[in-house]
């Protein structure tokens, strides 16, 4: 789930900043301001439930264990990761992990972007972007708002749940079209050999004794 939202994120970029001041302190001035002006709006619209904190070297959004045991599926130790914002080389991101896998929301969140006439850069649920005025603030709250931490926690365990479906099926369909043994083979029938050709007879001699 988050390798795959996580794009084109280069793991070279990722801050060693424990808390999420001394990540922002770390950043260029304009950077920083990008930053903090999204965190504002997605702190506006997060349901209580969440948290942010650092989280794979960049600021998270989080369901912590108090809240989700489990924790994350391919990495329990990690809580439930929701949505992240970094500072990249070339751009800035803002992971919206809330939208994976979701057709019905993505969809929203497209359209609701292409109302504003910005464009959007977007690949699996990341959004790159270079200043913050690419960025529709209004969309985004709405985007936070629209997925509150129960719906987040039933569509995760849904996903969970037919994701392990799948994977058994997948295991049951390999055991089923396993070869059988090969059969012995049947006694070889007899090669009828032909017979074999007589020698064509020795030719006659041209001249005959007299």
Same mark, same amino acid.
């Given at each position: 789930?988050?390798?795959?939202?996580?794009?084109?994120?280069?793991?070279?970029?990722?801050?060693?900043?424990?808390?999420?001041?001394?990540?922002?302190?770390?950043?260029?001035?304009?950077?920083?301001?990008?930053?903090?002006?999204?965190?504002?709006?997605?702190?506006?619209?997060?349901?209580?439930?969440?948290?942010?904190?650092?989280?794979?070297?960049?600021?998270?959004?989080?369901?912590?264990?108090?809240?989700?045991?489990?924790?994350?599926?391919?990495?329990?130790?990690?809580?439930?990761?929701?949505?992240?914002?970094?500072?990249?080389?070339?751009?800035?991101?803002?992971?919206?992990?809330?939208?994976?896998?979701?057709?019905?929301?993505?969809?929203?969140?497209?359209?609701?972007?292409?109302?504003?006439?910005?464009?959007?850069?977007?690949?699996?649920?990341?959004?790159?972007?270079?200043?913050?005025?690419?960025?529709?603030?209004?969309?985004?709250?709405?985007?936070?708002?629209?997925?509150?931490?129960?719906?987040?926690?039933?569509?995760?365990?849904?996903?969970?749940?037919?994701?392990?479906?799948? &994977?058994?099926? $997948?295991?049951?369909? /390999?055991?089923? @079209? *396993? +070869?059988?043994? %090969? =059969? !012995?083979?049947? &006694?070889?029938? $007899?090669?009828?050999? /032909?017979?074999? @050709? *007589? +020698?064509?007879? %020795? =030719? !006659?001699?041209?001249?005959?004794?007299?």
């Amino acid at each position: 789930m988050i390798s795959k939202c996580l794009g084109r994120y280069d793991p070279g970029m990722q801050s060693k900043a424990s808390t999420v001041s001394e990540y922002l302190a770390s950043l260029p001035e304009d950077r920083r301001k990008a930053l903090n002006a999204l965190r504002k709006v997605i702190k506006a619209n997060l349901d209580k439930g969440f948290q942010e904190g650092m989280q794979y070297g960049m600021i998270g959004y989080f369901v912590p264990h108090s809240v989700f045991p489990d924790g994350y599926h391919c990495d329990p130790k990690q809580p439930l990761p929701f949505a992240g914002l970094a500072s990249q080389k070339n751009h800035m991101s803002l992971y919206l992990m809330c939208i994976y896998g979701s057709e019905e929301h993505e969809a929203w969140f497209r359209a609701e972007w292409a109302k504003t006439g910005k464009k959007l850069d977007m690949g699996k649920a990341c959004v790159r972007f270079k200043k913050i005025e690419d960025i529709p603030l209004d969309v985004v709250g709405k985007t936070f708002e629209r997925v509150t931490l129960k719906k987040f926690l039933k569509h995760y365990e849904e996903a969970i749940e037919t994701s392990n479906k799948r &994977a058994s099926t $997948k295991r049951a369909a /390999k055991k089923t @079209t *396993k +070869k059988a043994p %090969a =059969k !012995k083979a049947s &006694a070889k029938s $007899k090669v009828v050999k /032909k017979p074999a @050709t *007589k +020698k064509k007879a %020795a =030719k !006659k001699s041209t001249s005959r004794s007299s």
